[in-house]
């Protein structure tokens, strides 16, 4: 169903489609370790096997965990640790969470609202930890077997080939369990990092999933020349939180009325115009201006190409999400202990910094003792030449920006939901517009790309959830409908609860209409009511740029 044939209406409730679910199936396999051993599934060892006793909404389960042998590819043998849970009542499908960071753990990173519900729905889950076993989300010492020498099967593990051959592992091991012949539906659903991974399953691995969800991706390993640019722009220009709160109060005063309504949010940074230089001398010193400046502009090379575009100014005093948002990931609330030393802020740097560094030291330096403060050849978010040329070398291997390796997955018929906050410090949500404008580009326009991929836009939300804005979403019920019942959503109403815990209290709700269009208030009503907004046919009001987006390489910024 292309753009022009579809309704512009806001409040599509998703969750309330009424599916028709297939006829549940019930285990043929007992759940202990012994019994779901003999299944014998082809280079998966079980580890352990229980049942789980039904707790609020996740019924109760079987849980196994075990370890799937991976080799080829590239690389050599290594193994991935997979944990599968299937429900009592199967629905026939399984839905595949990615992981965060630089991975190494079970815990998930997706859609939370999606990741709780899925076994109440009826379907079996799996999780894998990529090969490898981390300290925390941006440990990255299991990326040399020793100073100088990467092991090349680990790496291969996280960036693609683990998600995959544990994949065909948990189907055939669900399949088994409930004695199916094989799943009826595979779906994957991850953010950040778990965005890449559904992302390059999809360009890999085109028969593994009927549909892919991806959030906030990861998709460009220059994102961590765009984290060390932005973390490093404060070191001698520290901003503290209550200063970080009147820039924010000077940029929802200078561009909140662009959308048509004043309430709180923007709907589209890009089309803001604000300059930090108006905040001179009053709310900021120069150098504090010129930080900003370099925040929101995009990485480039020597010459001015634009590698990684600029941030978002907007939502800088959000903190419920995952470390915070502005500060936590960009700034820390203190300055650093010695601008100059090669960790300046001693055990606790800004989030950006923490990820850009390890991942730089090991993954490209091959080099733990590296001085990434003083060393590292990129001045305001120019890189230098050489420096970069080596970075892609190494890193192009694990890049999933390229739009046109959907092909063969958007051949088949199968989908893809992107979405992304636009209050997002932690990967720049200009990332993923330009991956999607690129897509379109490529596939004749948006409405040719909408027919097998749509993009959704959380004004307010910061990294994978928490923020101002409404960012509990059901996109796992929106990629069923597309992909079973040719259902394309043309918005998704997006929740925001009190305390961040859906079920509680709803203290607003909002359509996030499927780019380039964008929500518009009705100008009577509740304003925090989804019935009172809507998403106009045939807008591409997210295509539009002011001076800040221009900054950041958007619209006539990019280059």
């Keep these: 169903m292309s753009r022009r044939t579809r309704r512009a209406v806001a409040a599509i409730s998703l969750v309330g489609l009424g599916l028709a679910a297939p006829a549940a199936a019930n285990a043929t396999t007992a759940c202990a370790g012994d019994a779901v051993a003999r299944l014998r599934i082809a280079h998966f060892t079980v580890t352990s096997a229980h049942e789980t006793p039904a707790s609020g909404p996740v019924p109760a389960h079987c849980d196994v965990v075990g370890d799937v042998v991976t080799d080829g590819e590239g690389a050599g043998p290594n193994s991935a640790r997979l944990q599968v849970r299937l429900p009592e009542k199967w629905n026939g499908k399984l839905v595949f969470f990615g992981v965060g960071g630089l991975a190494g753990s079970l815990m998930p990173s997706a859609n939370t609202g999606d990741f709780v519900s899925a076994l109440g729905r009826g379907y079996a889950t799996a999780i894998t930890d990529t090969g490898h076993v981390g300290k925390n989300p941006f ?226 330096l091959h080099d733990p003792a590296f001085d990434m403060n003083n060393n590292w050849p990129e001045k305001d978010g120019v890189i230098a030449d050489n420096a970069l040329k080596a970075f892609d070398a190494r890193m192009d291997v694990g890049d999933a920006d390229q739009p046109e390796r959907l092909a063969p997955f958007f051949a088949k018929g199968k989908k893809l939901i992107l979405y992304h906050g636009y209050g997002d410090t932690a990967i720049s949500p200009y990332r993923t517009v330009w991956f999607y404008e690129d897509l379109a580009k490529g596939m004749g326009g948006y409405a040719n790309a909408s027919e097998h991929a749509r993009l959704f836009m959380a004004p307010g939300m910061l990294h994978c959830f ?94």
């Design 139 to 364: 440990d990255a010492s299991w990326i040399l077997e020793a100073p100088g020498k990467p092991d090349d099967a680990k790496i291969a593990d996280y960036f693609y080939r683990a998600p995959h051959q544990t994949t065909v592992a948990a189907k055939a091991l669900a399949a088994s369990f409930y004695g199916a012949p094989k799943v009826s539906r595979a779906y994957f659903d991850g953010c950040s990092f778990g965005g890449h991974m559904g992302l390059m399953e999809a360009m890999r691995y085109p028969d593994d999933y009927d549909g892919v969800i991806a959030g906030a991706p990861y998709m460009d390993n220059r994102t961590q020349l765009w984290g060390y640019k932005n973390a490093k722009a404060f070191l001698k220009a520290h901003v503290p939180p209550e200063t970080v709160a009147k820039v924010n109060a000077a940029v929802l005063a200078a561009c909140d009325a662009d959308d048509g309504a004043r309430d709180g949010l923007i709907q589209n940074p890009a089309k803001c115009n604000f300059d930090p230089q108006s905040l001179v001398p009053g709310t900021l010193t120069q150098a504090q201006a010129d930080a900003f400046k370099t925040f929101m502009r995009p990485v480039t090379d020597s010459e001015g190409h634009t590698l990684y575009p600029g941030s978002p100014i907007a939502d800088l005093v959000a903190t419920d999400g995952p470390a915070g948002g502005f500060v936590g990931w960009v700034v820390t609330p203190k300055p650093a202990t010695d601008p100059s030393a090669p960790e300046p802020w001693g055990g606790s740097p800004p989030v950006l910094w923490a990820a850009a560094e390890g991942f730089t030291k090991y993954i490209d």
């Design 466 to 559: 928490g923020g101002d804005g409404p960012d509990s979403f059901d996109t796992l019920a929106a990629l069923e409908a597309w992909v079973e019942q040719g259902k394309a959503p043309d918005a998704i109403v997006a929740t925001k609860f009190s305390d961040r815990k859906p079920g509680a209290t709803a203290v607003r709700t909002m359509p996030l209409c499927a780019f380039p269009a964008q929500a518009v208030y009705k100008g009577a009503g509740d304003i925090n009511s989804a019935s009172n907004w809507t998403c106009p046919e045939e807008d591409a009001s997210q295509l539009e740029t002011g001076s800040a987006g221009v900054a950041a390489g958007m619209g006539e910024g990019r280059k």
